[in-house]
């Protein structure tokens, strides 16, 4: 029962319990955690690692280099949403913060040079620098290190209707072309609204998504890992 499966029922080997793509003989045989989705917490799916040939029990490969051919790229998919829908949202590390926290920049997955300036993105100290005049991000002191990028829409643009501005969700780093950036059931202004993170489904990391523990189905609070104080997670 460790494994959250019914050692009397041999159909459930064929279940997904945590809705990763992978059944739980798959999770088995490749020795993941067939209840969590993301095995090595590296920001990927299990079930899409898989599927990409790469490794869900090892969190170094995903700061692999997917579209330079070469160089020193701190690239990798991050705040990859449950149910994985979204996977274009990779991001660079650009410097630290004051308190030693990843400052970083999102980059286009499937372009080299995700601004069009001729400089390739793992060169580029500003990736996303569309009118290249080197005011499209830094490389520390800030946690929004491109608040006003040069090719985004106007400020007041809402393309994805979720009630928040292009330049505020290039700020805060949710994509002003998806309501509900991290596909947990609530669009990004109500995450704001509520104090949840937009970028992250499991805001308080309990395994239980921030959509559901909001709602009926679990009756619990997405900022709380233990909601009635008991000891025990709510997950």
Not at 149 to 166: H, I, K, R, V
Not at 206 to 230: A, C, K, P, Y
Request: proline share 9%; hydrophobic share 20%.
């Amino acid at each position: 029962m460790a494994a959250g499966s019914n050692p009397f029922d041999s159909s459930d080997a064929d279940l997904d319990l945590d809705g990763d793509g992978l059944t739980g003989t798959e999770e088995f045989e490749l020795g993941c955690d067939p209840n969590n989705a993301d095995t090595d917490s590296d920001g990927l799916p299990d079930g899409w690692e898989y599927e990409f040939n790469m490794d869900p029990t090892d969190p170094s490969d995903a700061r692999l280099d997917f579209d330079y051919g070469g160089g020193e790229e701190f690239a990798s998919y991050n705040e990859v949403p449950y149910p994985y829908t979204n996977y274009d949202e990779f991001y660079r590390v650009i410097g630290q913060d004051e308190e030693g926290n990843d400052i970083i920049q999102h980059t286009d997955p499937t372009n080299p040079d995700s601004d069009g300036d001729g400089i390739l993105d793992p060169d580029d100290p500003w990736p996303l620098d569309y009118k290249n005049d080197g005011t499209g991000g830094g490389s520390g002191g800030s946690s929004n290190p491109h608040p006003n990028p040069g090719g985004a829409p106007p400020d007041e643009d809402d393309p994805d209707g979720d009630g928040l501005t292009t330049g505020y969700e290039y700020q805060i780093g949710t994509d002003p072309y998806n309501p509900d950036t991290d596909g947990d059931g609530l669009i990004d202004s109500m995450e704001i609204l509520l104090g949840y993170d937009a970028n992250d489904w499991d805001t308080d990391n309990d395994g239980l998504m921030d959509g559901n523990e909001l709602g009926e189905v679990f009756s619990t609070s997405g900022l709380l890992t233990d909601t009635d104080s008991d000891g025990v997670s709510s997950h």
